[in-house]
């Protein structure tokens, strides 16, 4: 109690120490209190959707959440327990292939809380055959359904949140390095990756008069349940451990923690940007 009371007198004296210094710059501080967050992409808690949901959470945001249903109720059942612990005032089966779904999330948003304010975009699929082989030798099948799921998807969640977004507000999508060079297995999900990149472009230039900010944030290799399909994921993390400036790879919190700060104030300038959360690996020219 009285460490804590000693602790907030000397924040305090360090505010009012750092606007005199500065007396120009406004201090803000990353909080999302009072925003609305939808986040897709929880699978368990090894997911990204969830360093971001937490971080999310922690910075004041009340949040959202789906999950890919399945006909046992499996993943529903996973989803709920992992987000337990943040109590999200919603919690929505949404398969991105399935057009009711996506509209009765957003139904239900309008629904519970008028406006939205976030979107974090965190899913992806390929089919085994574009995971590996040759590339050449993918079908038409499982080609437009990678882009459809992985792609195609952020478009069609922006064209829900826009009317909801009523004083701005700040999406965000997940990438790979994959989708601008090529790294092996990757193969589908790069091209699906690289429209994704274009997708975030097209969608800042559209949605900037509305305020509504539009960024990606590439992460490192990170062990989860979608990377596992991609062969070789322990070699890759080993690889950036090796090569990246920061001798790792990166945590979910740690994209998270970028997320959160991508759909703050603090990023009020920030759109149609690919930033790398990913121990610096993308810099180093030679592996
Ligand atoms: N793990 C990594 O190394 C890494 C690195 C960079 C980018 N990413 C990207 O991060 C995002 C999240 O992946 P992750 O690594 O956390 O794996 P994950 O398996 O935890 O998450 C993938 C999610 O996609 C969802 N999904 C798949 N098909 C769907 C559909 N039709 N409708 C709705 N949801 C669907 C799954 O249910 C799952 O929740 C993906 O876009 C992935 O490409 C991952």
Known sequence: ??????????????????????PFVKI?????????????????????????????HKAGANLAVTYLPDEKGRFEKKVRDVVEPINPSLILPCNVQNEDQVEATFKAIGDTWGKLDIVIHCLAFADKEGLGGDFSSISR??????????????????????????EGGSIVTLTYLGGVKVIPNYNLMGVAKAGLEMSV????????????????????????????????ILEMIRHVEAVAPLKRTVTQLEVGNTAAFLCSDLASGITGQVIYVDAGYEIMGMG
């Open 1 to 22: 109690m009285v460490l804590s009371l000693i602790i907030a007198t000397i924040m305090e004296q360090w505010g009012l120490i750092q606007q005199k210094l500065c």
């Open 141 to 166: 099948e499982a080609f437009s359904q990678s882009l459809e799921i992985s792609t195609f998807s952020l478009g069609n969640l922006a064209k829900y949140a826009k009317p909801l977004m009523t």
């Open 201 to 232: 472009r097209y969608l800042a230039s559209e949605l900037g008069p509305d305020q509504i900010r539009v960024n990606a944030i590439s992460a490192g290799p990170i062990r989860t349940l979608a990377s596992s399909a991609v062969g070789g």
């Open 28 to 56: 803000i501080m990353l909080d999302l209190t009072g925003k609305n967050a939808l986040v897709t992409g929880i699978a368990n808690n090894r997911s990204i959707a969830w360093g971001i949901a937490q971080q999310l």
